[in-house]
């Protein structure tokens, strides 16, 4: 169980002081990590109709999670505590890793507006219709790298989970050769979990078989110089990816090892690229028909167009 704290960890002052801003974010902390939700942050989440989730196995592998549910599924009873009406289906390993206690990382995002709040907290409750999270750390993400798109309810049924990896078949391997974002969850011994979204042109992922093994590289863009996930790693090289395919509501849920490329030949070669992450898949878990939304054409975030292509 993660301590409260409105500071950053090592890793992350490790990351910051790598890219020379460790000074002006130890100064900025106490005004954007908060031990609580502010007023807007909650209104936010409530009117949401998903919510990602990254969590960690027996095994300490991270992995990201989408709950859904009609909007108010998410209820801030007071601004230290987040209730949610949902429960992951049989087979996603968020089921494993939600026990009371247990650390969660929460991201709230709406595509269409391209706003995103992130809270990462404690399980203090849990039950047959869903669980409650004690606030650990809470805070707001610019708007960068996401695609506007807008969800429309629409009627699916789930089919069963499927396991996957560590080598994906050519079906596995499209959704992601043609995704335009990720979900990424890491975590750090002693600092919580946490899950945060990516942004990227299409097949901005780049998707290799090394070793029977397949083998994931993304670039790493500039952003808010947090460093949350990029700090996680450099303590717990390990990584959960969820890719959403938007035309049939499929989820493709990976874990795997994590590594940072600083530098180099490749880093250079990827325009906008401050760093690259690379992710050597060890399991996964794909959903056909998971999500219940049809999406408008995707509008692509304006900082994209400065970025390359692999």
Known sequence: MSAITTSWHA???????AAGVDERLAELAPRVLRDHMPEQHREFFEQLPMLF??????QQRPWASVLIGWPGFIATPDARHMRVDALPRHGDPLRGGLALGADLGLLGIEPATRRRNRMNGTVV?????GFDVRVDQSFGNCPQYIQARSPRWVERVPAEAVEVGPQLDAAAAH?????DTLFIASAAPGAGV??????GRPGFVRVETVDDCTVLT????RGNFFFNTLGNLAMHPRAGLLFADHATGGVLQ???????IASGPEVEAFAGAQRLVRIEVEAGVWWAQALPFAWSEPEQAPQLAATGRW
């Open 125 to 129: 409750a849990l039950d047959e219709a």
């Open 11 to 17: 890793g992350e002052v490790a990351m910051q002081r």
């Open 194 to 199: 946490d899950v945060s979204h990516r942004g």
């Open 175 to 179: 959704v992601i050769a043609q995704a």
């Open 254 to 260: 990976l874990t795997g090892r994590a590594a940072i």
């Open 218 to 221: 993304f670039p790493d863009f």
């Open 53 to 58: 989730v990254g969590s960690v196995d027996a």
